[in-house]
């Protein structure tokens, strides 16, 4: 269903990282949904490692039928950053603020694989979009 990316971060599983299955709402704190389809989902190492056990209501689900990475983030392409969109209400601009916190999305070898990624697609005279890593970034 991810082609092998990561449902948060959109990195390669299974090559360069492990793949794992991230329970969304952790079993320590949700054992009812421990073997749910809907709380579990493909993701790297990274992701796990920074979220661990965490939960927050507010955290974006990427699944949820109107999830869309263009309505809550921009990617900035000189830093390799992921930011809220501007011009989002409160709420939802925390939802985007968690999410890249919880998950790590910003950490400094995050951005630059981004950027060299980004350098690399705009090199390949004919990119397939999923043979890329952080897709959501790229297009
Ligand atoms: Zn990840």
């Known amino acids: 269903m991810t082609q092998a990316h990561c449902a948060f971060c959109d ?34 190492d990274m992701c796990q490692s920074k979220k661990l056990e965490r939960f927050d209501p507010a955290l974006l ?41 919880m998950y790590g999305l910003n950490i400094e070898a995050r951005k630059i694989a981004r950027i060299r990624e980004w350098e690399s697609y705009c090199r390949d005279a004919a990119p397939c979009l999923d043979d890329y890593s952080y897709r959501f970034f790229l297009a």
């Open 11 to 44: 990195g390669p599983v299974g090559v360069e990282s492990r793949e794992t299955v991230e329970h969304f709402r952790p079993k320590s704190r949700f054992p009812e949904l421990a073997y749910q389809w809907e709380n579990l989902f493909p993701c790297c």
């Open 61 to 101: 689900k990427p699944d949820e039928a109107d999830y869309a990475f263009e309505r809550y983030f921009v990617a900035n392409y000189l830093t390799g950053k992921v930011e809220p969109l501007p011009g989002l209400d409160d709420t939802t601009k925390k939802r985007a603020e968690v999410t890249i916190a």
